[in-house]
């Protein structure tokens, strides 16, 4: 089991400010550190260079990112779903100029965009459409794609393991895989054991997050069923931690988490670790 931690808990940007905290996850004992590809304006030169400090220090790297109104795949309009797939292109394209496994997050979809209904066939046939050539792509980059069910607050299309099943058989490629987050399973899944289950063969990233946003294993996340679950189909792929620093403007708004979580961003990373060894130590 490889175990990560996400850069969001310091800072939601990859540049050259951004590598001491690539030390301080090397430190904490993490084998992965998580980049966050946010600012569409991010350099190619500067993911090589991250890639070349990681490799100094011996860490895998994942990345996440997200997907814009402008750049929604359910769009009728067939302009900003073009925009959408070159921008998931351009993502690719600096997670591998970084070494990343795999790019993560909720990418068939705008995150926080609504229509006041549930998800029509056409916009299911256009999202899979689009992220299917996005898949082709990724593919020739040697670059895993992880797409992110989330909770029905944050996005209407994809909410659960149900759903995400039928996205990546639609999708049918084989970089194309599941981002279990047990932060959304915990609000949407009546039984994580069985949505587990479900998504047996099709989960390749995993988000460990608490209820609350807080510490792993300080709250409510089914974490025994969570663990036993993955252990039972075998899950041997990444397991990172994503958590957001308080003092990240953009961040705070989009998560809507107004109260501190942490004493400081270090401590919660070492809990965190440490939790996660644990509950694998006994389930796997």
Same mark, same amino acid.
């Given at each position: 089991?490889?175990?990560? +931690?996400?850069?969001?808990?310091?800072?939601?940007?990859?540049?050259?400010?951004?590598?001491?905290?690539? @030390?301080?996850?090397?430190?904490?004992?993490?084998?992965?550190?998580?980049?966050?590809?946010?600012?569409?304006?991010?350099?190619?030169?500067? +993911?090589?260079?991250?890639?070349?400090?990681?490799?100094?220090?011996?860490?895998?790297?994942?990345?996440?990112?997200?997907?814009?109104?402008?750049?929604?795949?359910?769009?009728?309009?067939?302009?900003?779903?073009?925009?959408?797939?070159? +921008?998931?292109?351009?993502?690719?394209?600096?997670?591998?100029?970084?070494?990343?496994?795999?790019?993560?997050?909720?990418?068939?979809?705008?995150?926080? #965009?609504?229509?006041?209904? @549930?998800?029509?066939?056409?916009?299911?046939?256009?999202?899979?459409?689009?992220?299917?050539?996005?898949?082709?792509?990724?593919?020739?980059?040697?670059?895993?794609?992880?797409?992110?069910?989330?909770?029905?607050?944050?996005?209407?299309?994809?909410?659960?393991?149900?759903?995400?099943?039928?996205?990546?058989?639609?999708?049918?490629?084989?970089?194309?895989?599941?981002?279990?987050?047990?932060?959304?399973?915990?609000?949407?899944?009546?039984?994580?054991?069985?949505?587990? !289950?479900?998504? /047996?063969?099709?989960?390749?990233?995993?988000?460990?997050?608490?209820?609350?946003?807080s510490t792993p294993g300080a709250g409510q996340v089914r974490?025994?069923?969570?663990?036993?679950?993955?252990?039972? %189909?075998?899950?041997? @792929?990444?397991?990172?931690?994503?958590?957001?620093? #308080?003092?990240?403007?953009?961040?705070?708004?989009?998560? /809507? %988490?107004?109260?501190?979580?942490?004493?400081?961003?270090?401590?919660?990373?070492?809990?965190?670790? !440490?939790?996660?060894?644990?509950?694998?130590?006994?389930?796997?």
């Open positions: 089991m490889k175990f990560g +931690m996400d850069l969001l808990l310091w800072t939601d940007a990859v540049d050259e400010t951004a590598f001491p905290v690539f @030390g301080k996850i090397k430190e904490i004992g993490f084998d992965i550190a998580e980049l966050p590809l946010f600012d569409r304006a991010t350099r190619p030169a500067v +993911m090589r260079a991250a890639g070349k400090e990681l490799d100094a220090l011996k860490l895998g790297r994942t990345a996440v990112t997200v997907v814009s109104e402008n750049e929604n795949l359910l769009s009728p309009d067939a302009a900003v779903r073009e925009h959408g797939v070159a +921008m998931l292109k351009r993502m690719v394209d600096l997670a591998a100029e970084a070494g990343c496994s795999t790019l993560a997050g909720p990418i068939h979809s705008a995150i926080g #965009a609504f229509t006041g209904k @549930g998800p029509a066939e056409e916009e299911w046939k256009r999202s899979v459409e689009a992220l299917r050539r996005v898949a082709e792509h990724a593919e020739r980059r040697g670059v895993k794609l992880a797409v992110e069910p989330l909770n029905r607050y944050e996005c209407y299309f994809l909410t659960g393991s149900e759903s995400a099943c039928r996205y990546i058989d639609d999708i049918h490629s084989p970089v194309c895989g599941v981002l279990y987050d047990t932060f959304h399973a915990n609000i949407e899944e009546k039984d994580v054991s069985e949505a587990i !289950a479900l998504l /047996k063969g099709k989960i390749n990233h995993v988000h460990i997050s608490e209820n609350d946003r974490w025994e069923k969570t663990f036993a679950a993955l252990a039972k %189909i075998n899950y041997d @792929g990444p397991m990172v931690i994503e958590a957001f620093g #308080a003092q990240l403007a953009r961040i705070t708004a989009a998560t /809507k %988490i107004w109260r501190q979580m942490f004493s400081t961003q270090e401590q919660f990373a070492r809990d965190g670790l !440490a939790f996660m060894r644990k509950m694998a130590k006994r389930y796997f």
